[in-house]
């Protein structure tokens, strides 16, 4: 294996292999084994209609494992109409119709001649239904399409695939790729809840391409937090990541999503696909940049970020938690809501109220001490469901834009500006029940950004979320470390910069923060560490060794009394694009506790929470 922490696998489509010969394979394998290596191949006899024969896949499968090369099966669920009747199915792509009898054979059929010639077996992502004909408006009665459409592809991931397979060959493992449209899976049938006890594996597709030109909507923050919510739907069992090279322009837009996938602990890197890369330019930086990042990873720990709470088939604000981690916010998407005992901090959107306990299990976290951090769709949703005696926070139904910011200490004196106008919700607070921490400005007249309630031993901080969610990036860097700062429970340091960039944490102190290529990514960054530390350490070049600029203690208006102690590092000037490894060295006194404030640059003390 070239790499260390990760297997390196491409995929081969039935297209691609249909008619090579063995001397075409063994020089297009040269390229890959130049660029980037090769530890696997997930090979697929069946696509659109078209079946590779057994000859010619035995064939490949050979020269692969001459090679040294481990050589999977793989499967993709489309299909050419069968009959004149299936003419009136209306199917995205060819998928089947998993309620029609000849569909259904036929499926079971291509399983079964993949399944005799492999021991495991990956499920391309096209494995799922919009199917509206009569046989399937039939089946689905008084059902939501949601609820006929996660229980029918349950049913068929049972019979059709994994049963069917393991019918002809009882050693075979069946692994299902998720997509990356989390946002959507149960309308489309997905529902990583049940299949992940269905499969022998599942894997993540990481593919966020270019966000503003795709119709997805899937920022790249995805490419990792995608990875760590089915990581945490089945430990242990998330065996890789997987993406292609569409609509990846410029060619950073491809690199981030190996990087990425990377970043969040994947067993496995799968490239899609075969024919779409060879002597494809994406491919040539790829290595290089996976070499760093696997060095990189064998002094990382695991991973760590606030846990982001997404309950099983919610939908809501749509991948907010993945604009604000592309706006310097570590987090961890998991399907569970937090144990106390484990973490003291949660992120909540709109997505969590599909957990119809939401409001009790929030009330007992914040009362027992912990702090809930929650955007304004939640509370707007939890008005008038008990989240009302947590916050004095109401809503009349009007909203305002402004591109102005304040933020400070008791008084809100500085502006700072954004590119763009953005438009808020207006959330109406009672003064000195629930305090304002930042704000934006109209007129005469100001209204909150970010809010903070005290609850039982606990907090409860709303931040006001832009409709306009891409505009995010574009907050005054000020305001953006007024919110980043509310996650210190977790990861014990945040970001001070522009937005489009993203801190990846590990439990051992070690980080890598990753500027995106894109117009934002533009100024200078620090890192304000929540505690007593002696140096920011670079693991890219471990010469440079960068030392406080300065410390002290941090004074809080809004709640009595000292904040703790802090360690602010100054940056070096960051290129978008490059690859950022640091490692914290803290002080035996990590606390601060008994330490007289230094000031190297600055000859002010720190206010609010560490703005200035």
């Known amino acids: 294996m070239r790499y260390k922490n990760f297997k390196l696998a491409i995929y081969c489509t039935a297209q691609n292999m249909v008619d090579i010969s063995e001397k075409a394979l063994n020089k297009q394998l040269g390229f890959f084994k130049h660029y980037c290596g090769c530890d696997k191949i997930y090979l697929e006899p069946y696509r659109d209609g ?63 001649y993949t399944a ?17 004909c009569r046989e399937c408006c039939e089946a689905k009665g008084n059902q939501s399409w949601e609820e006929f459409r996660t229980r029918l592809l349950a049913e068929v991931s049972e019979n059709l695939i994994v049963k069917a397979a393991k019918a002809v060959n009882p050693n075979c493992k069946i692994i299902i790729k998720f997509p990356n449209w989390v946002e959507s899976y149960q309308e489309a049938g997905y529902d990583p809840a049940v299949q992940r006890h269905i499969f022998d594996g599942i894997y993540t597709g990481t593919e966020t391409r270019n966000t503003k030109a ?13 990875v760590r919510l089915l990581e945490n739907y089945a430990p242990g069992k998330n065996l890789g990541s997987w993406f292609d090279p569409y609509g990846c322009t410029p060619i950073d837009i491809y690199l981030e999503q190996a990087y990425l996938s990377a970043f969040a602990k994947s067993k496995e890197l799968t490239l899609f696909c075969w024919g779409s890369l060879y002597k494809n330019r994406v491919v040539t930086p790829l290595g290089l940049q ?15 970020g606030t846990p982001c709470y997404l309950p099983p088939n919610a939908q809501g604000e749509d991948h907010l938690e993945d604009f604000l981690g592309m706006a310097g916010i570590p987090f961890e998407h998991t399907p569970n809501f937090p144990d106390f005992n484990e973490s003291k901090t949660v992120f909540l959107t709109v997505q969590a109220h599909k957990d119809p306990d939401i409001i009790s299990k929030l009330e007992k976290f914040v009362a027992a001490g912990g702090k809930a951090v929650v955007t304004s769709g939640f509370v707007l949703e939890g008005l008038n469901k008990g989240i009302d005696q947590l916050t004095s926070i109401r809503y009349r139904g009007r909203r305002f834009r402004s591109n102005q910011f304040q933020s400070g200490g008791v008084v809100f004196s500085e502006y700072w500006y954004s590119r763009h106008k953005m438009t808020f919700p207006l959330l109406e607070h009672r003064n000195n029940t629930t305090w304002t921490l930042a704000k934006a400005v109209v007129g005469e007249e100001n209204y909150p950004i970010v809010l903070r309630d005290t609850y039982g031993k606990g907090q409860l901080i709303t931040v006001a979320v832009p409709d306009e969610y891409g505009y995010i990036y574009d907050l005054p860097p000020q305001i953006l470390a007024i919110i980043r700062s509310q996650f210190t429970d977790t990861v014990p340091f945040y970001l001070e910069g522009p937005g489009q960039a993203s801190l990846f944490v590990y439990d051992n102190d070690v980080f890598t923060l990753y500027l995106y290529v894109g117009e934002l990514t533009t100024g200078s960054y620090r890192i304000v560490a929540r505690g007593n530390a002696d140096a920011l350490r670079s693991l890219n070049n471990p010469n440079l060794v960068i030392k406080p600029t300065r410390k002290g203690p941090v004074v809080s208006y809004d709640l009595a009394g000292s904040a703790g102690y802090q360690t602010v590092f100054d940056l070096p000037m960051l290129q978008p694009g490059d690859l950022n490894f640091f490692k914290i060295e803290w002080n035996e006194n990590r606390a601060g506790e008994k330490v007289e404030a230094q000031v190297a640059s600055a000859p002010h003390d720190f206010i609010h929470d560490g703005e200035e």
């Open 50 to 112: 078209l079946m590779v024969p057994q000859k010619q896949l035995e064939m490949i499968r050979n020269f692969f494992q001459s090679q040294g090369i481990e050589v999977s099966g793989a499967l993709t669920t489309t299909v050419h109409n069968l009959t004149e009747a299936d003419q009136e199915k209306q199917r995205l792509g060819g998928t089947y119709c998993y309620v029609n009898q000849n569909m259904r054979a036929h499926l079971v059929k291509t399983v079964q």
């Open 214 to 226: 795709t119709d997805q909507h899937l920022p790249r923050y995805l490419s990792y937090s995608l």
């Open 116 to 132: 005799r010639l492999f021991d495991e077996i990956i499920i391309d992502d096209w494995f799922f239904t919009n199917c509206t």
């Open 290 to 304: 996976l070499d760093f990042i696997d060095r990189f990873l064998t002094q990382a720990g695991n991973c760590l």
